[in-house]
């Protein structure tokens, strides 16, 4: 039974990554015809109502006050200081250099789930965060190099902050996932990240002219809502129930992978043996870490 959950949990773990690495040229895409903060509005208020209208169809949940308010924090750092964060990044740096950033995840979650699980830095993780991030970054620099611009810099730190962000979430907030379900704790979630950014960008949205709008433009931001939010948190909040926080995380290195095959599927990309050894890589990196002892693990053994 136990391995059953851990290959569903890496099975959701992989889903989620893989419609997050489609959100780098999806959303840099939509980008062209809508700023940073409608889109962004449009992915929380979007996701929103659809896990609202999904947990119409779901056993209802009593949420106490004070959970409530853990998942209120929740929000801001999975999803207003997370994604909010990385798509305004997105906007001043180019998908290369997101998605170089990206592959920061692994390494900021093993340090917050050492502070803050008091989970053992093991040589196994040490060594796995490593073979997948040389995996990562080999892929990142054999594909095309970046324009970001005099922005590039802001946008790096701004897609840095938004790892940092998640991290903290992945780690601090792990107990949450165990008391409720996905669907409960992100219709909650996304409404208070709505709440957050609908204030300061009402304007964005009142302004756009949707007769010049492009159809391509509306099922980009399409996916956004319902690929790269509503599916894919439903996906990693459930990983994140059945997996540690770092085995998690290192699911961040298919991100690149994922963008680097979209990008030959659109024949603006090309795959050579350097794609192929750096897949691997990741993978090799990926496994390594899951054979990494847990804290219980470690309890046990010392029993």
């Not at 890589?281 to 899951?290: A, D, H, M, N, Y």
Request: glycine fraction near 8%; include cysteine; hydrophobic fraction near 50%.
């Amino acid at each position: 039974m136990g391995n059953d959950k851990n290959v569903k949990g890496h099975l959701l773990a992989l889903t989620a990554n893989v419609m997050w690495g489609l959100m780098a040229p999806i959303g840099k895409s939509a980008l062209q015809e809508f700023s940073a903060m409608s889109l962004t509005t449009f992915r929380m208020v979007g996701a929103a109502i659809a896990f609202w209208l999904l947990s119409l169809f779901c056993k209802h949940e009593q949420v106490s006050r004070r959970d409530m308010l853990r998942i209120a924090y929740a929000s801001l750092f999975a999803l207003v200081f997370n994604q909010g964060v990385f798509i305004f990044g997105l906007s001043l740096t180019s998908p290369i250099d997101a998605s170089i950033v990206t592959t920061t995840l692994p390494i900021i979650t093993m340090i917050v789930a050492a502070l803050y699980l008091k989970e053992p830095i093991t040589n196994k993780k040490i060594l796995g965060i490593v073979v997948g991030a040389i995996g990562a970054l080999t892929l990142i620099l054999s594909s095309q190099t970046s324009g970001a611009g005099s922005d590039g810099l802001w946008g790096d730190l701004l897609c840095l902050a938004a790892q940092l962000s998640f991290s903290i979430y992945l780690t601090v907030f792990k107990g949450l996932t165990q008391q409720y379900s996905a669907v409960t704790i992100n219709k909650w979630m996304f409404v208070f990240a709505s709440t957050c950014y609908l204030p300061f960008t009402y304007h964005d949205i009142a302004v756009i002219d949707w007769s010049t709008i492009s159809t391509p433009a509306i099922w980009q931001v399409l996916y956004v809502v319902l690929g790269g939010s509503f599916v894919a948190y439903i996906c990693i909040m459930t990983a994140q129930r059945l997996l540690r926080p770092t085995v998690v995380s290192m699911y961040n290195y298919m991100q690149p992978i994922i963008s680097s095959i979209a990008a030959v599927i659109m024949g603006v990309g090309t795959f050579g043996w350097q794609k192929g050894i750096a897949i691997a890589l990741v993978f090799i990196g990926v496994w390594i870490v899951t054979q990494s002892k847990a804290k219980a693990d470690m309890e046990k053994a010392k029993k």
